[in-house]
């Protein structure tokens, strides 16, 4: 089957080199390639006999109507030139998208190929037990727990969880301080009575937790000094709990729970923080006769490092530990996003079943880095110039400032009183020059850069100052 592959002059040579090997005529259509038009390649299908016709993914145009008359189906290659060797060598296994550049439309579906292959792995492991209905240890996934501390002060302790269960989280663990009382703790529980997922209560203080056992699925955390006040009670409502070593060992502790009657145990060997043991603390996390509690979170907390990379690391850490559920909380505003960021590298681990490194999944952590970068032809001009320096004098726009700010994962912008408010940058920008609330191109390109970066901010989870650095 011939292929037709335009191109534009600037990406010739790349082009050329990736149809090396296949049956393809490379055209070139000008200078840039996704300039060309439906009355252009309706010329050049008619030229010659092809199969298929692949344009630059970066084309804007329709093609339904050259497709409908020639016959020849025309799909969207990648965005860049540089990915179009990988896309030829898979036009065997995948069928490419009329409208979606090739490199989103195969990352897209590599991505939903993957969470099928979770979903299928996740139905089919058995598991040590089951805590309303969520598998925990054997060759289940690593399974999240998301913190909330101080849950008795929150003002909306039923937004909090559900918000951490959208996020990933598989639990939800409710922390609760020295000065909370036990009808604080019921009063958090009773408000969570429809939430169907399993609910942890963490404290160790024996009445707080006879207080959270009739809705509580998990107890933080069992040790000698409150296993013979609680023990008992624990086993009765048929909680699992999570056993830690204090005065006495792990193993002590965990056959006083045993003895207790508690029958679903969690070991933790307690995880600590880098600079504080890190490193020792892992030795015990050996084969423990029971599934293992890695506490993640106590070191991402305690580093000033981006969460994404430390989460990631810390999960791969877990996994090689055979840890059954992974700890993480989002209670400082470095590591917000840790419940989704904890989930998706949970998801690595699993698909990591049969290779020897989490990558190339179809799911990643990457955030600001790039897999690969691309190197794209140079621009091409007849001359050149620098550019000129800004005024230090502001000309201000007639028809007024603009203020620029976000809320939620919303950009707003106000202009003499009213809010345009919008989650793409971009359409606030269209919407601002179509209410003639701008009459400068240079204040049109100051709000398209500050507008783009309260996008970037909430996109980030970073704050947003106008007219400041990002």
């Known amino acids: ?19 090396k090997g296949y049956d393809a005529d490379v055209v070139v259509t000008g200078e840039i390639a996704s300039f060309v038009t439906p009355d252009h390649l309706r010329r050049l299908i008619g030229e010659g006999r092809y199969g298929m016709v ?33 896309i030829l060598s898979l036009l065997g296994e995948v069928q490419l998208s009329r409208t979606v550049p090739a490199d989103d439309f195969l990352a897209a579906r590599r991505r939903e190929e993957a969470m099928k292959t979770l979903e299928a792995m996740e139905s089919g492991a058995d598991s040590d037990f089951i805590i309303r209905g969520v598998k925990i240890g054997g060759r289940s996934r690593i399974k999240v727990l998301a913190e909330i ?14 918000g951490f269960l959208a996020k990933g989280a598989d639990i939800v663990d409710l922390g609760f301080g020295f000065d909370a009382k036990p ?87 307690l995880l600590q923080p880098v600079g504080s043991g890190l490193t020792s603390s892992l030795r015990s996390f050996g084969d423990l006769g029971y599934p293992v509690f890695f506490g993640a979170g106590n070191v991402t907390e305690l580093i000033d490092a981006d969460s994404t990379g430390v989460n990631a690391l810390l999960c791969g850490i877990a996994h090689e530990c055979h840890a059954s559920v992974i700890f993480t909380s989002e209670h400082s505003d470095k590591t917000q996003g840790s419940v ?71 950009i707003v912008a106000v202009h003499r ?38 996008g970037l901010a909430i996109r980030f989870g970073r704050s947003f100052e106008q007219d400041g650095h990002f």
């Open 1 to 19: 089957m011939s292929i037709l592959l335009p191109t534009g002059a600037a990406t010739e040579k790349m082009v050329r080199n990736a149809a």
């Open 149 to 162: 501390m101080d849950a008795h002060k929150r003002d909306d302790i039923l937004s909090d969880v559900t």
């Open 340 to 410: 989704a960021e904890m989930r998706r590298a949970t998801g690595m681990m699993a698909l990591m079943h049969d290779r020897p490194y989490p990558k190339d999944l179809g799911i990643d952590l990457l955030v600001l880095k790039e897999k690969r970068r691309r190197r794209e032809p140079p621009l091409v001009c007849n001359e050149s110039m620098s550019a000129h320096q800004v005024p230090d004098e502001i000309e201000y726009d007639p028809l007024g400032c603009i203020r620029i700010g976000i809320e939620g994962d919303e």
């Open 54 to 86: 692949i344009v630059s993914g970066m084309c804007t145009a329709a093609f339904d109507e050259v497709e409908a008359e020639t016959g020849v189906p025309i799909y969207r290659g990648p965005r860049h030139a540089a990915d179009l060797g990988m």
């Open 183 to 269: 009808e604080d703790v019921s009063r958090c529980f009773r408000d969570l009575e429809d939430v169907d997922a399993p609910l942890a209560v963490d404290t160790q203080e024996p009445a707080l937790i006879r207080a959270a056992l009739g809705r509580a699925d998990l107890v933080l955390s069992l040790h000698e000094g409150n296993i013979p006040a609680i023990g008992g009670l624990v086993a009765d409502a048929g909680a699992a709990a999570v056993v830690v070593p204090r005065g006495a060992s792990l193993e002590e502790n965990i056959g006083a729970a045993e003895a207790a009657g508690i029958t679903c145990i969690i070991a933790d060997p």
């Open 417 to 454: 009183g009213r809010a345009i408010r919008g989650r793409r940058w971009d359409e606030i920008l269209y919407t601002l020059i179509d209410e003639g609330c701008v009459s400068r191109l240079d204040h049109a390109g100051y709000l398209g850069k500050e507008l783009y970066k309260a």
